[in-house]
């Protein structure tokens, strides 16, 4: 998922609620419908495309899936532009490497 960096707490409470601790977060910039700001400096207009961004990815067991998003969408939509995107891939295999275990003992 792509949020606003203000909304990280949000996202990481509704992770730990699930009782899902595993993530990772980047740091990250970029634009969709926004299409940036502008910004005046010392005089000059300066068009800044591109927007500070959360990542957060994770993995989680198909069925809560769908709970997942309607708990992360509640609890960062402020209904303006830029709140941001989920996106769900699905995923091969999982292999915990201190273990050696897979599949579902992994996740």
């Known amino acids: 998922m792509i949020i606003r960096p203000e909304k990280l707490e949000e996202v990481k409470a509704v992770l ?3 009782c899902i601790y595993g993530m990772t977060v980047t740091m990250t910039s970029g634009c969709g419908n926004q299409k940036g700001m502008k910004e005046v400096y ?3 207009v300066y068009n800044l495309n591109l927007l500070p961004k959360v990542k957060v990815e994770t993995v989680v067991h198909d069925e809560i899936v769908t709970e997942l998003i309607s708990k992360i ?3 960062v939509k402020t209904g303006e532009i830029g709140d941001g995107k989920i996106f769900v891939f699905p ?3 999982a292999v ?3 273990t050696g275990e897979s599949g579902d003992d992994a996740i």
Request: glycine fraction near 6%; charge should be negative.
């Open 96 to 98: 915990r490497i201190r």
């Open 42 to 44: 010392h005089g000059t």
């Open 91 to 93: 995923v091969e295999e």
């Open 73 to 75: 969408c509640e609890a």
């Open 16 to 18: 730990n609620n699930l």
